[in-house]
């Protein structure tokens, strides 16, 4: 594989990568919104959040089946067009039914993308030889950030959904069309030596399991921002509708930030130190948030939040990857299942607890959970049993 072929895909994940963070924050960070145009009340809230991540994982799992056949650089092609199709039809509908089908949708092809994109990160990883995966994640805050930005202008302008997700669907599906043909899938090699998926069955849960609880607690901690922080500033720290679009803008400038450093923190310091000190910041985060007099420092906490979560989730991909070398697009895409169990758990668990405690308590939850993720850090460093001796010889290559 040629340098510039490296190059050339990685610079077209990062593409994937912020297109994905534009579209998700358009979503999320425009629910009320959402729950107005389709009549979806409260108490029906909770439901219609929770079926997104259910379908994703069902996607999720279903993509390791198809990625093994044509490769996961093929689902990602048609993944994220639609994707932002569905982004598209959540604003022009009416009606629940139509709310179901196209946030079902949305959910679906997420499911698809997510695993698809984080398995040719780890595949470009293992072909650069150092820790690139940060920087993916990187580009998809800095599409969170720009997904956000457009959301504000939407609600300040008092814009239909519709009339807001329009250009931005215009200009990115021609670009995600255009990326698609550079994409590079690192592990290809690695999948046909090792022919099948059978190294992550029988003991593969069981070295994956630590992971599967550090992704579940950090998505938990991950939806209640993307899910609760708007409603959390406008209902208990008493915001307009236009300043609670803002504590999910502030997260992902922080987790851009966390991201964009956290690559040479990783070389550095190694993955386990990293992440334990992202848990202690998230947890720190959430506790500022749940004692907030006020909706500005609400907002502090929840900016402390971002530079926390950032680390944690490209890390367990990454760490996945080492654990299986040679069968890593499987193990991504089941260890990325528990990205949806998080935001399955965590967007209920958050509105069950507020509404029969308060949403301050609530936000106590996920802070004892995301501390939980300093016991298993340790499996940040695992090498599986005989594998190159207990140390990873990637093909390390001078491409920037």
Same mark, same amino acid.
């Given at each position: 594989m040629t340098d510039a072929r490296l190059r050339h895909g990685r610079g077209s994940l990062a593409v994937s990568f912020f297109i994905q963070g534009v579209a998700f924050a358009l979503l999320v960070t425009r629910i009320p919104a959402v729950q107005? *145009? &389709?009549?979806i009340s409260d108490g029906l809230l909770p439901a219609f959040l929770a079926a997104v991540p259910v379908l994703a994982g069902v996607s999720s799992v279903l993509t390791e089946k198809l990625a093994a056949r044509v490769g996961p650089a093929a689902v990602l092609r048609w993944a994220q067009p639609v994707v932002l199709l569905a982004l598209l039809a959540v604003g022009a509908g009416s009606g629940l039914w139509l709310a179901a089908l196209t946030l079902g949708l949305f959910g679906l092809a997420v499911g698809a993308l997510d695993a698809s994109?984080?398995?040719?990160?780890? /595949?470009?990883?293992r072909a650069y030889g150092r820790s690139i995966m940060l920087g993916f994640h990187a580009t998809y805050s800095l599409g969170g950030i720009a997904g956000a930005s457009l959301a504000w202008v939407g609600a300040h302008w008092h814009l239909s959904l519709f009339t807001s997700y329009l250009p931005v669907v215009a200009v990115l599906l021609p670009a995600a069309l255009i990326a698609g *043909?550079? &994409?590079?899938?690192?592990?290809? $090699?690695? *999948?046909? $030596? +090792? /022919? @099948?998926?059978? @190294?992550v069955q029988g003991v593969a849960f069981r070295m994956l399991l630590p992971l599967c609880l550090v992704m579940t607690f950090a998505y938990i901690g991950d939806s209640t921002v993307s899910n609760w922080s708007a409603k959390y500033l406008q209902d208990v720290l008493h915001s307009s509708e236009e300043l609670a679009t803002v504590p999910y803008n502030a997260y992902m400038v922080t987790t851009l930030l966390g991201r964009s450093v956290g690559d040479l923190g990783v070389? *550095? #310091? /190694?993955a386990a130190l990293v992440v334990r000190c992202g848990a202690v910041l998230a947890a720190?985060? #959430?506790?500022?948030? +749940?004692a907030a007099p006020g909706a500005w420092t609400g907002m502090a906490g929840f900016t402390i939040l971002g530079l926390g979560l950032s680390v944690i989730v490209p890390q367990t991909f990454a760490a996945a990857g080492r654990l299986f070398p040679g069968t890593s697009d499987a193990a991504v895409a089941r260890l990325n299942v528990f990205n949806y169990v998080g935001f399955l758990v965590g967007s209920p668990l958050v509105g069950a607890l507020g509404d029969a405690w308060t949403y301050r308590g609530a936000m106590l939850v996920p802070m004892v959970l995301v501390l939980v993720t300093v016991v298993y850090a340790t499996s940040f460093g695992a090498r599986p049993a005989g594998y190159g001796g207990g140390h990873e010889q990637p093909r390390t290559v001078d491409v920037g």
């Open positions: 107005d *145009r &389709y009549g994109m984080n398995m040719l990160g780890v /595949g470009l990883q *043909r550079w &994409y590079v899938d690192g592990t290809a $090699e690695k *999948r046909a $030596e +090792a /022919g @099948s998926a059978t @190294s070389r *550095r #310091f /190694g720190l985060g #959430f506790a500022v948030v +749940a």
